[in-house]
């Protein structure tokens, strides 16, 4: 009994131990397949994630894309040949600038997308610029340049990322030189942008001689800029230096750019104009035949537009060394103009190098054969419109006489009247001014030429006829918004004591050119003194201050809102904004603002 009752524990015990040991393996089974399924779960949401981000980043390389395709069409040289390019072109700008703010890539994301980010900054930045917003243009560059500097820092096996960052420090450099006036800052830029190049040199073999040559233009450029502050000797060197090692790279290379070889000649040329006129002679010729043959190898038009530019520093440097050389080169000059005027009928910026070709060579004329020379040219160079050169000629030079005898010669040319008229009105002559420019009106027959209409309002704003002003400034308007000419119609409104569309006026006149800051004290700051509508004070301050708040970094902006804040007789305001002016870094093109500034302090 004792046995069968220990046999029957025993069987209990291990049937017990079995049921535990069953479920301890059932438990870790269930544990293990739990894991299992966990870890899948995770490496499935994992993936997921992946997934997503890869998704996300593909879109947004896609948007990029998208954006970096606008850019590239809204700086096309073509679309300035299109009257509402320049509207078009600022609507892209705008557009570009919100799609960048609303996504902030951090210091972590991709350095692909950060690149891309950056070069997409440049392209905006030098926009910004062509539309003359400095201000915006240059942060943007900035941004860029440090963007693509600390890229190469972080990745210095990459050449594309250094490369990048040798191609902004130039584009940044020239910026400073020729929008923000800041030249120390642009030398300092263009000396770090040859010291990546002579880098990308000895890391990258087989572009060596292309970074090469990239460098020496670089050093011409600086060269230039060197010339510019007056330290001929050093910029001399350089230029000399840079100019023998690119005739060598030249020699070795057809490939490369012959608008460099140009660039150098004609910065030696100018070096040696004063005190070496036979060499500077040698220079000239020798630019003038590297830009023909840039624009043989490339055809396009800015190596075209480059040859007018240098046939007109020479026939200018010539004009007191070799008149017949001189009247050569800018007849040469002339006709390389037409064809581009005739080509690009629309481009601005060829109408005016075409303008001061032909007055180059009226300069070169006696004054009493201009008229003839008009006659004979209009046959030479049917394409051209002499006729309104001859009337520019005469109102930049304010010779009444020579406008009166065309007058004569022409009596059915408008435009003679019209730059009649604005010497007249120069001289304070308005009555005769306004006569001229009617006649001028009536030969038009009716078409809507807007700057006749803008000169006849300003006529009319000397002679106290502002509803008459307002009624041509707006034809003018309706042709094409400018921004000056809302700041000239609103002043005429001020006048009349219309308050809401004066002040109407200056806020479209801002918003068309935010860096431009003159709308604040268009109306002259005596007037607004005794201005006593509420509405058109508290409006006016409220644009300083949106002027200062877009303008942050800009002394002018403190210094143009501390003279609106006097005339409104916030004298502890504006002493506050010239402090703070003062207290800013001086910079290249600041000295005038610092000169305002300190004269207001003290007043």
């Not at 030398?187 to 040559?213: C, H, M, N, V």
């Not at 050093?234 to 057809?254: C, F, G, I, P, Q």
């Not at 012959?258 to 040696?272: D, F, S, T, V, Y």
């Not at 006829?465 to 002043?491: M, P, Q």
């Amino acid at each position: 009994a004792l046995f069968v009752g220990l046999l029957f524990t025993a069987t209990v015990l291990s049937t017990v131990f079995a049921y535990q040991a069953q479920r301890a393996r059932a438990a870790a089974v269930a544990s293990e397949q739990s894991e299992r399924d966990a870890k899948e779960t995770a490496e499935s949401e994992k993936e997921k994630a992946v997934q997503a981000q890869n998704r996300a980043q593909q879109n947004l390389t896609a948007a990029l894309d998208a954006v970096d395709k606008l850019l590239k069409h809204a700086s096309a040289e073509e679309l300035t040949e299109i009257p509402s390019g320049q509207l078009l072109r600022q609507r892209v700008l705008t557009d570009s600038l919100a799609f960048y703010e609303k996504f902030k890539l951090a210091a972590d994301e991709p350095p692909e997308l950060r690149f891309r980010s950056a070069l997409a900054q440049r392209a905006l930045g030098l926009l910004a610029g062509e539309m003359r917003d400095v201000v915006r243009g240059g942060k943007l560059l900035n941004q860029s340049r440090l963007s693509l500097e600390k890229l190469s820092q972080q990745h210095p096996e990459n050449t594309e990322y250094r490369d990048a960052w040798a191609k902004t420090l130039v584009v940044q450099s020239t910026f400073c030189f020729s929008s923000l006036n800041q030249r120390t800052r642009g030398i300092a830029l263009a000396e770090q942008g040859i010291d990546q190049y002579e880098a990308l040199q000895t890391q990258k073999d087989d572009d060596s001689s292309l970074y090469r040559a990239r460098r020496i233009h670089l050093e011409l450029v600086l060269a230039d800029q060197l010339r510019e502050v007056k330290k001929w000797d050093e910029s001399l060197r350089l230029a000399t230096r840079a100019m023998k090692e690119l005739n060598s790279l030249v020699e070795a290379d057809e490939s490369i750019d012959q608008g460099w070889l140009a660039k150098g000649n004609e910065l030696l040329a100018k070096l040696h104009a004063d005190h070496d006129p036979e060499r500077a002679a040698q220079y000239f010729e020798d630019a003038i035949v590297c830009s023909e043959e840039a624009y043989r190898q490339t055809e396009k038009r800015f190596h075209q537009w480059m040859i007018v530019n240098r046939l007109i520093l020479a026939a200018d440097f010539y004009a007191t060394h070799d008149r017949e050389r001189a009247i050569e080169i800018s007849e040469q000059a002339i006709q390389e103009a037409s064809e581009l005027r005739s080509k690009y009928p629309n481009v601005k910026r060829y109408l005016d190098i075409t303008r001061k070709t032909v007055e180059e060579r009226f300069d070169l004329a006696a004054k009493g054969d201009l008229i003839e020379l008009v006659d004979e040219f209009s046959k030479s160079f049917p394409k051209v419109s002499f006729h309104y050169h001859l009337a520019r000629y005469g109102k930049r030079s304010t010779d009444l006489d020579l406008l009166t005898k065309c007058i004569e010669r022409f009596p059915n040319q408008a435009v003679y009247y019209l730059e009649r008229a604005n010497v007249y009105r120069q001289e304070a002559e308005y009555e005769l001014a306004l006569r001229d420019i009617n006649h001028h009106l009536r030969l038009l027959g009716g078409k809507i030429n807007a700057p006749s209409y803008e000169a006849r309002a300003s006529i009319h704003v000397e002679l106290g006829n502002y509803r008459d002003a307002i009624d041509d400034f707006t034809v003018t308007l309706k042709k094409k918004e400018e921004s000056h000419v809302f700041k000239r119609r609103g002043w005429a409104y001020f006048r009349l004591g219309d308050y809401d569309n004066a002040i109407a006026d200056l806020e479209r006149a801002f918003d068309l050119q935010p860096n431009e800051l003159s709308a604040l004290i268009w109306i002259p700051v005596d007037e607004i003194a005794e201005c006593k509508d509420a509405e058109f004070r508290k409006r006016l301050r409220e644009l300083a201050d949106q002027a200062v708040d877009e303008n942050e970094s800009s002394m002018r902006s403190l210094v143009f809102r501390s003279i609106l804040l006097s005339a409104l007789g916030d004298s502890v305001a504006a002493k506050k904004d010239l402090e703070a002016a003062l207290a800013m870094p001086e910079i290249d093109g600041s000295k005038k603002s610092r000169a305002h500034a300190l004269n207001n302090l003290a007043w």
